[in-house]
């Protein structure tokens, strides 16, 4: 999918959620994803789409800093969460953890996985953007953009 078809696809939505690894893809500016996230972030920050992570998104977004002791990318995710417009990082509340046990039970989907989209569907969000395969594959209950089926690889 080209970056415009992209665009339409984000045009036509009121709300994301994001996936952790969309958000390590904006910030270590991976390809070939990087430019197809960084257009969803932009969306967000225009205010045409809201968009919406768990705290259990930040978390991961913070290991990989911590474990090698990187200053700068722990700066850069923090950054990031504090300075982005129309971006809400929503906590994990006991409705959001309950929903998350349904998810688990019905679809075998990991406990941070589950959060992820039950995180989504609490805040209603129209679609949760994300490269994992797993959720993917899975009826989540909210449309899932897995990454790897819209990038154009050169």
Not at 12 to 40: H, M
Request: overall charge negative; proline content about 4%; aromatic content about 8%.
């Amino acid at each position: 999918m080209t970056l415009a078809a992209w665009d339409a696809t984000l045009s036509s939505l009121g709300s994301v959620a994001f996936d952790t690894n969309a958000l390590i893809y904006l910030l270590e500016r991976r390809e070939p994803w990087f430019p197809y996230v960084q257009r969803a972030i932009e969306t967000v920050e225009s205010g045409r789409v809201r968009g919406v992570i768990s705290t259990t998104v930040e978390m991961e977004m913070l290991v990989g800093p911590l474990r090698n002791g990187d200053v700068g990318a722990y700066e850069r995710v923090e950054m990031f969460l504090l300075h982005r417009p129309n971006l809400s990082v929503v906590e994990v509340s006991r409705a959001i953890a309950r929903r998350a046990a349904d998810i688990r039970a019905r679809t075998g989907l990991s406990p941070l996985d589950s959060i992820v989209v039950a995180t989504a569907l609490s805040a209603d969000c129209d679609v949760i953007i994300g490269n994992d395969a797993m959720i993917g594959s899975k009826n989540i209950g909210v449309p899932y953009l897995y990454l790897n089926d819209y990038v154009v690889r050169s």
